[in-house]
Nanobody, 127 residues
Framework: QVQLVESGGGLVQAGGSLRLSCAAS????????MGWFRQAPGKERECVAA????????YYADSVKGRFTIARENAKNVVWLQMNSLKPEDTAVYYC????????????????????WGQGTQVTVSS
């Protein structure tokens, strides 16, 4: 398994931007598909973005398409979530997750398929 540490959360006004980072340590990062999830108070955790091992394929939830961008740099063991045009409904704890996969091009969306999780970082968007 890999160990994951998120950073970059904070308080931002609606319309603003934040970039979340997830640093991975442990086994070869390039063997893992990665995902960003979020959980708002009283709601279930949802996948907002995911990226394949190779970085060639990505997934975005409809609610964030066109505003969020997921990217990774395997040489640096890091995955980012660039969040633009933030809305109050984006307020949540954001988690980074990793899953060991064989296929380089597949993305993983289902929460239950992920093996490793970070501790989460709070994002608060004020109106």
């Amino acid at each position: 398994q890999v160990q994951l540490v998120e950073s970059g959360g904070g308080l931002v006004q609606a319309g603003g931007s934040l970039r979340l980072s997830c640093a991975a340590s442990g086994r070869a990062f390039s063997n893992y598909a990665m995902g960003w999830f979020r959980q708002a108070p009283g709601k279930e955790r949802e996948c907002v973005a995911a990226i394949s091992r190779s970085g060639d394929n990505t997934y975005y939830a409809d609610s964030v398409k066109g505003r969020f961008t997921i990217a990774r740099e395997n040489a640096k063991n890091v995955v980012w979530l660039q969040m633009n045009s933030l809305k109050p409904e984006d307020t949540a704890v954001y988690y980074c997750a990793a899953r060991f996969v064989v296929q380089a091009t597949g993305v993983v969306v289902a929460e239950g398929r992920y093996d490793s999780w970070g501790q989460g970082t709070q994002v608060t968007v004020s109106s």
